[in-house]
């Protein structure tokens, strides 16, 4: 019955990803646009709160750049700037944020990832180290910081850019995410028919293509960062095993988002068995692993362990 109701999906779910790439286009080209006209902004650190959804284009541009929400960390943005050779990172103020973080470069407009400054475990070797310095070839660039595990002193790190224009560092609030909690009201017809094709594409992702389902769904993330994802029907339940040596080694993050991609649970797998209750709609998971250290399996093998004690157990809507 299942397979027989999901085909009548499809013209549906064709329907929603020629809107959603439509949608993707004009307003992507819009954001891009506003930033290279307003100077003052690219060059100030941007961190979503629940005041910045309240503009207009604020929650659309997300919605079409990264619609699977990062819910276990604070995320900040800056840029565009151009660069001629260098960008530096004040270490002791990311480091003082957060027990775990990684800034991400991205080449602009085309948000290629080009290089990456990322925290030690427990921060060593980088308490007495004010700077790090990047050397890049001339061009645009953006900086997208994670702090993971925030202190409850916060504040995003003062940039230098070729030794010549200092940014600097912004205080952020300590209950910054807080909006997360309510983010699902903002679910409407609009962002439901951005986003209806997931499910069905995720539900046919043995005869889609890895690759394509990929690119589809998953954010441009950090390069540390293994995800693993899939459908989940109303009803279901989640079980997740882990393999001691992939939880003693890395830190997992699991985010279920309703059928339109907005977030509705969220929570840190700690334990080598965790069960996530069933959800109320159609949806998916997202689960983010992410290494404490640099000595660890790689990406390949991490997620060929954890895929085999992963599993789905499915319970009737009783």
Known sequence: MKQISILWEIPLAILSFIFYKINKFIIGNIFRISLTINKKKATQWRVIDAETLKSFL????????????????????????????????????????????????????????????????????????????????????????????????????????????????????????????????????????????????????????????????????????TFLYNYLEKGQSLEVEI????????????TIYDHCSLPISWQQLKEEKNTITGIENNGFYLIRIRPKDETILGKIEIEKETIQKLKIIRKSNT
């Open 243 to 254: 393999n001691s040596e992939v939880l003693n080694h890395n830190q997992l993050y699991l």
């Open 58 to 225: 604020v929650l659309p541009v997300v919605m079409t750049k990264g619609p699977r929400w990062n819910t276990h960390a604070i995320i900040g943005t800056l840029g565009p700037i151009y660069v001629e050779k260098t960008i530096a990172l004040d270490l002791k103020s990311a480091n003082k944020s957060a027990q775990s973080w990684i800034a991400v470069i991205y080449s602009f407009p085309s948000y290629e990832t080009i290089t990456n400054i990322k925290s030690k475990e427990n921060n060593q070797d980088t308490n007495n180290q004010q700077w790090e310095t990047l050397n890049l070839q001339p061009g645009q660039y953006t900086i997208a910081l994670r702090y993971y595990h925030w202190s409850d002193s916060i504040e995003m790190p003062a940039i230098n850019v070729d030794e010549k224009m200092t940014i600097g560092k912004q205080p952020v609030a300590q209950n910054i995410n807080q909006f997360y909690q309510d983010l699902i009201q903002k679910k409407n017809w609009y962002y439901l028919w951005l986003h209806y094709y997931i499910y069905t594409i995720l539900y046919f992702r043995d005869k889609l293509g890895e690759n394509w389902i990929a690119r589809e769904y998953l954010p441009v993330g950090a390069p540390d960062t």
